[in-house]
């Protein structure tokens, strides 16, 4: 599993760490998330300049960014930022965008982008952080996550890296 390069899993996966080449495509999922989520009947809109500056940073270095990926096409986006939680001094990777296209979305694709993410947690010893920050499917997206292993508080959920999630992981992680 390579952590920093362009495939993560192996050849027979669709997986990958996203490149600066990326970057425009996932700013295109990081705008479809926004539409899709209603957020612009917030009073919060969209600033295309601090999209792509926010997810340029991501991908040079950080945070984590793993892209579901098909004939160069990016299907899926896994963004995490290195940080730490407004409680505590401990850096997490905490969840800053998750967006499958509607005609990929599978819980198989989901299972291997979250899968990924918890293998870069425990070889980092990093606990992930993910918010669901969404209103289509929740039920259907908190069962995949508590059966990922992620522990439900409040809105957030968390993996946390320990030695016996090691085995656990190994058991979900084989890329269906």
Known sequence: MVLQGVWVLSDSSNIY?????????????GYA????????????TPDFEKIVVFITDLVLGGG????????DKVNGVLCFRKDSLWWSLDEVLYEALFYIKPEHRSFKNAKNLLNIAKKYGIITETPIVLDLF?????DKKKRLLKYLGFKECG????????VDNKQQQEKESEPE
């Open 17 to 29: 760490v996203a490149t600066p080449e990326d970057i425009s495509q996932i700013v295109t999922l």
């Open 33 to 44: 998330s926004y539409k899709e989520n209603i957020l612009d009947t917030y009073s919060c």
């Open 64 to 71: 984590l960014v793993l892209v579901l990926k098909e004939d």
């Open 134 to 138: 969404t209103q289509k499917d929740v």
């Open 155 to 162: 809105s957030f959920f968390v993996f946390e890296p320990k």
